[in-house]
């Protein structure tokens, strides 16, 4: 069955993660499917496949050989000599995807692999892959997301004997690389009010309740910075999806008064709802401006540039190698947090008139 790929990536970047974790895993070793074979498997045309075997070919992971077709470089060949395991929501998320690839990329030329999974943001299956990596030797990984944030479940999976390095886990705990989100969300409240006055919605996609997201906090101080508060009727809460920023504008138009902005959890969720926008006849960003936070998707596959928080996945993967690095050389140093610093790319979503 072929996977659910994300309409708002590019399929041949998601096909290649796929087929990287595949490769990490062990699943597809020495000659791997042809084009036509993995078109068909993967209902994709020839083209994207091609490029998806490209882009793993310059990573150094695929290498094809004239007339007899492509193979899997051996670990040996490509001079890793460290494997550590990295965890993610799914593999699919432009955001997610892209986040592996940069740690991926920067460790090929530090002599580090990655054995990737993806959790779909369940805890049990965090540790099933936590322990799966420690019964192969690996003594570190790299872990994404919420899955770490509840005490009994960072204390569960430190229990698996694994060095531990988060993404944006809030976890003193352990190292960690934390995006601040909460000064990217007042960045882009900033932006919006003053360029383009309120009311500012926002859209939330996080599984916490919307007032103790880092999210909203910086929404909200950007609002009262400029002598507002929250207004409930514009705070919407949904699915982290393309399908739940279209469904949040949606409810927003039930209201009767569209907001003069919107700040949504992400970016796919802000081009669902630029979609939801452009259906019904709203101009972007004349009548309504759009921002979301996290810049995972390329600019060519928006229906509307979207301004965007950006958190650079090359900066991100360069600070994780560092962590890696400093914990396999010190085991016993001290924890150690970083911090990335929130930029705005502005596109044609938020652009003054």
Not at 88 to 103: C, G, L, W
Not at 150 to 167: F, N, Q, T, V, Y
Not at 241 to 266: C, I, K, M, S, W
Not at 316 to 330: N, P
Request: net charge negative; hydrophobic share 40%.
């Amino acid at each position: 069955m072929a996977p659910d790929f994300d309409p708002a990536d590019a399929i041949y970047r998601q096909l290649a993660a796929l087929l990287r974790t595949q490769i990490y895993n062990g699943q597809i070793r020495g000659k791997i499917p042809g084009l036509r074979e993995l078109a068909q498997e993967y209902s994709i045309n020839i083209k994207t496949a091609n490029k998806a075997i490209g882009l793993l070919v310059a990573e150094g992971l695929l290498f094809r050989v004239r007339g007899k077709g492509t193979f899997v470089r051996k670990v040996a060949e490509s001079a890793t000599d460290t494997l550590c395991g990295l965890v993610v929501p799914n593999v699919t998320n432009p955001y997610f995807a892209r986040t592996a690839q940069a740690i991926e990329e920067q460790g090929f030329g530090r002599g580090i692999a990655f054995l990737v999974n993806a959790t779909g943001a369940t805890p049990e299956k965090l540790f099933h892959i936590l322990a799966m990596y420690r019964s192969r030797g690996i003594q570190l990984a790299v872990v994404h997301g919420g899955s770490l944030r509840d005490p009994g479940s960072l204390e569960r999976a430190m229990e698996s004997g694994l060095h531990l390095i988060g993404i944006h886990t809030h976890s003193n705990e352990i190292d960690d690389v934390w995006p601040d989100v909460r000064a990217g969300a007042q960045l882009a409240a900033d932006h919006l009010l003053e360029n383009f006055g309120g009311p500012l919605a926002f859209v939330s996609g996080s599984d916490d309740p919307i007032r103790e997201t880092g999210r909203f906090v910086g929404y909200r101080d950007a609002l009262l910075s400029y002598g507002l508060e929250p207004e409930p009727r514009y705070l919407i809460e949904t699915a982290p999806t393309y399908r739940g920023g279209f469904e949040a504008v949606e409810q927003l138009a039930q209201l009767g008064d569209l907001p003069r902005a919107v700040l949504f959890y992400n970016q796919v969720m802000a081009m669902g709802g630029i979609n939801a926008l452009r259906s019904r006849g709203i101009r972007i960003p004349d009548d309504v401006a759009v921002v979301g936070i996290d810049d995972g998707v390329d600019e060519e596959h928006m229906l509307v540039p979207t301004t965007a928080i950006s958190f650079p996945f090359e900066i991100a993967a360069r600070q994780v190698l560092t962590l890696i690095r400093r914990r396999l050389e010190s085991p016993g140093a001290e924890t150690r947090s970083i911090r990335l610093i929130p930029k705005i790319v502005i596109r044609e979503s938020s652009t003054p008139g």
